[in-house]
């Protein structure tokens, strides 16, 4: 029935308070050089911030750290350019072998363009997968929830939408954006995940399947 499966990076395929953290360490490392403490506890915050509520974490440690705003254009292009110290969950390399003997294997992940293929290389993912869709390549406005870059990959992958799965984490771009291309969707809830607990809000749709672990995904197609 389905020829083709397609997944989120982003807390789908690693873990990305992974990638928060080498990035705030990159940060905390020219802080550090700056004279505004050490790195450790500039990282602490910067987590703290992050997690407590994503907007604007460098324009809060400037007021914590009481350094010049003028450093957080500087420090954004720090954080964006670093080489990401990140990894492959633990199930990718299992499993994404298995399912692509059956189906087509492609990425659709959104952000800004050269953040994301840092990522990519990083994880050295792309060998187990047929296609990838950076959807900043094809403009902001063209960033999830928008169909076009779940469309996109479904024709890289040679499939209709109506024969593909998307499996993300986050509801409003990954669930909503799957159901607006017309893919079945499944969410999954990795724990420690950003969007690993809380339900979707009452204006947006839930998605066909939940797991906790790719694992679960075979078993999900199985019995479809």
Same mark, same amino acid.
Request: charged share 30%; aromatic share 8%.
């Given at each position: ?13 690693? @873990? ?30 910067? @987590? ?18 009481? +350094?010049?705003? @003028? ?14 110290? !990140? ?39 792309? /060998? ?37 799965? +998307?499996?993300?984490?986050? /509801? ?22 950003? +969007? ?5 809000? /009452? ?5 066909? +399947?939940? !797991? ?13």
């Amino acid at each position: 029935m389905f020829r083709a499966i397609l997944f989120d990076l982003d807390d789908t395929l690693y @873990e990305e308070r992974q990638f928060f953290r080498s990035g705030f360490l990159a940060v905390g490392e020219v802080l550090e050089r700056r004279g505004m403490g050490p790195r450790a506890i500039t990282v602490e915050l910067l @987590e703290h911030f992050h997690h407590a509520e994503r907007p604007r974490v460098l324009q809060k440690l400037a007021q914590r750290l009481s +350094f010049p705003s @003028e450093w957080i254009p500087e420090l954004v292009t720090v954080f964006r350019s670093h080489t990401p110290a !990140i990894r492959l969950a633990d199930d990718v390399r299992e499993v994404l072998p298995r399912l692509r003997t059956r189906h087509k294997l492609g990425c659709v992940t959104d952000g800004w363009a050269s953040v994301q293929r840092a990522k990519l290389r990083a994880l050295d993912v792309e /060998p187990l997968l047929d296609a990838v869709v950076v959807a900043d390549d094809f403009g902001r406005e063209r960033w999830k929830p928008h169909p076009f870059p779940f469309q996109k990959c479904c024709e890289l992958l040679g499939s209709l939408p109506s024969e593909s799965i +998307f499996v993300g984490d986050n /509801p409003q771009r990954d669930m909503l954006g799957a159901r607006n291309a017309g893919l079945y969707s499944v969410r999954i809830r990795r724990p420690g995940g950003y +969007f690993s607990s809380g339900e979707a809000s /009452p204006s947006e749709p839930g998605a066909d +399947f939940e !797991i906790q672990n790719l694992a679960e995904l075979e078993r999900v197609i199985g019995n479809l």
